[in-house]
């Protein structure tokens, strides 16, 4: 069983960046993939980024791929999310999830185990 804390979403100004953070406990985390989705007001959760501990594969939303950086630290058992040139629609909760073996990584139901949310607001 893996628990996940997200952290570090903010208000910030359009053009800002920002780092979100999701540390990682519990058992064999190291088996699991970790991913970031986020959900705008009044819509769903739509997929942004996932990353494998071993080896560090990585694979992007097209609306965050040339802005969004995904990356692990094993030390902190920590997967980060560091966001440039943000714009008024990245405003969302951002939740981190994980997964032994998500069929479909960019669909939310090949995730089991999410984070609590954290919020980023990005204004104009």
């Known amino acids: 069983q893996v628990q996940l804390e997200d952290s570090g979403g903010e208000l910030v100004q359009a053009g800002g960046s920002l780092t979100l953070a999701c540390a990682a406990s519990?058992?064999?985390?190291?088996?699991?993939?970790m991913g970031w989705f986020r959900q705008p007001p009044g819509k769903g959760r739509e997929f942004v980024a996932t990353?494998?501990?071993?080896?560090?594969?990585?694979y992007y939303a097209d609306s965050v791929k040339d802005r969004f950086n995904i990356f692990r630290d094993f030390h902190k058992r920590t997967v980060y999310l560091t966001m440039n040139d943000l714009r008024p629609e990245d405003t969302a909760v951002y939740y981190c999830a994980a997964d032994k073996q998500p069929t479909l990584p960019s669909r939310v139901e090949s995730w089991h185990t999410w984070g609590q949310g954290t919020q980023v607001t990005v204004s104009s």
């Open positions: 990353i494998n501990w071993i080896g560090g594969s990585t």
């Open positions: 519990g058992n064999h985390i190291y088996d699991y993939a």
